[in-house]
């Protein structure tokens, strides 16, 4: 059975800073990945998402990697920004078409 | 993005009645899922609704508790029936398929909050 581990489950940070969110999967036979972020009581935006066969993906000041062989995939924030505070949760898909498998999320609270 | 609207998007119910969760899609998408994220947790997949058959639904839920209707490819609806306050989440639509925006990527609509006393 898949299991996703995300850590830190919360960071604060000042303003500017550049930071690291971590995602594990234990069952490296995956579809994709997704990072999506989630603020308070409302649903989830997708970020970036990773196909098994990709490195990394970029979206402005963000950046997904993807280490399929070891279970990890890591997101990037440049120059982080009061407005990137939000829950950041990692998915991963084992298969066309099934369902995601979620982990527990980042906390990321950026400090003005 | 799809754009994904949900109705309602909060309530507030009382034990022992049920609620009818709407989801609609702007365009049309192939899988539709249905999704829990319980206070404080993450998100858990209740079950993928099928169009015009019954939904697959995941280990530990069950027809008869949350029935799921799809009558064509951008609307379902997800019933929480006989509630009781552990049933009190956020439940969230997604969809995946959306043709111009990649096959692959889900996406989700806004949730509805649904506090059971």
């Known amino acids: 059975k898949q299991e996703v581990t995300q850590i830190p489950a919360a960071l604060s940070v000042p303003e500017g800073e550049n930071l690291v969110l971590n995602c594990s999967f234990t069952?490296?036979?995956?579809?994709?990945l997704q990072w999506f972020r989630q603020d308070p009581g409302k649903g989830l935006t997708s970020l970036l998402l990773?196909?098994?066969?990709?490195r990394e993906q970029t979206s402005g000041r963000l950046n997904a990697s993807l280490d399929k062989s070891s279970g990890r995939s890591t997101l990037y924030i440049a120059a982080s920004q009061p407005g990137d505070s939000a829950t950041y949760l990692c998915?991963?898909?084992?298969?066309?078409?099934?369902?995601?498998?979620f982990g527990e999320g980042t906390q990321l609270t950026v400090n003005p | 993005s799809a754009v994904i609207s949900q109705k309602p998007s909060r309530d507030i119910c009382q034990r022992g009645t049920s609620l009818t969760i709407q989801c609609q899609v702007d365009s049309q998408v192939t899988m539709m899922f249905w999704y829990r994220q319980q206070p404080g947790q993450s998100l858990t997949l209740i079950a993928t609704?099928?169009?015009?058959?019954?939904?697959?639904?995941e280990s530990g839920f069950v027809i008869d508790k949350f029935p799921i209707s799809r009558p064509n490819l951008t609307f379902s609806t997800l019933t929480v029936s006989n509630m009781s306050p552990e049933d009190s989440s956020i439940y969230l639509c997604?969809?995946?398929?959306?043709?111009?925006?990649?096959?692959?990527?889900?996406?989700f609509g806004p949730g509805t909050r649904l506090t059971v006393l």
């Open positions: 609704a099928n169009q015009g058959s019954e939904a697959t639904y």
């Open positions: 998915a991963v898909k084992e298969t066309s078409g099934s369902r995601l498998t």
């Open positions: 990773i196909q098994s066969s990709q």
């Open positions: 997604s969809v995946e398929g959306v043709r111009e925006r990649g096959p692959d990527t889900q996406y």
């Open positions: 069952d490296s036979a995956i579809y994709n």
